[in-house]
Nanobody
């Protein structure tokens, strides 16, 4: 299973970005999908996760600003990020659980300037 993330970039504070992550390969069914991020010199942390049925979970720091969604037919997960803050600057990684195994995308850099 391969995960390919898109959509990172440089944005001013208050702006928006949309990340996408598509899974490919020998996939029967993807379970939980999510986005994590790793700020400079900090550990990786969960940003948001979504079950196959659409139930979501968010880190407190992004609630009300970020929205996670998925398209099961396309094996794709999205992260709509609004009202971005400099503290959101990080490498964002997508994650997918397939038959009990976690797979990771390559990471996409999001930089929010003040």
């Amino acid at each position: 299973v391969q995960l390919q993330a898109y959509g990172g970039g440089l944005v001013q504070a208050g702006g928006s970005l949309r990340l996408s992550c598509a899974a490919s390969g020998s996939i029967f069914s993807i379970g939980l999908m999510g986005w994590y991020r790793q700020p400079p010199e900090n550990p990786r942390e969960l940003v948001a996760a979504i079950t196959r049925g659409g139930s979501t979970n968010y880190a407190d720091s992004v609630k009300g600003r970020f929205t996670i969604s998925r398209d099961n037919a396309k094996n794709t997960v999205y992260l709509q990020m609004n009202s971005l803050k400099p503290d959101d600057t990080a490498v964002y990684y997508c994650n997918a659980e397939v038959v009990g195994t976690d797979f990771w995308g390559q990471g996409t850099l999001v930089t929010v300037s003040s």
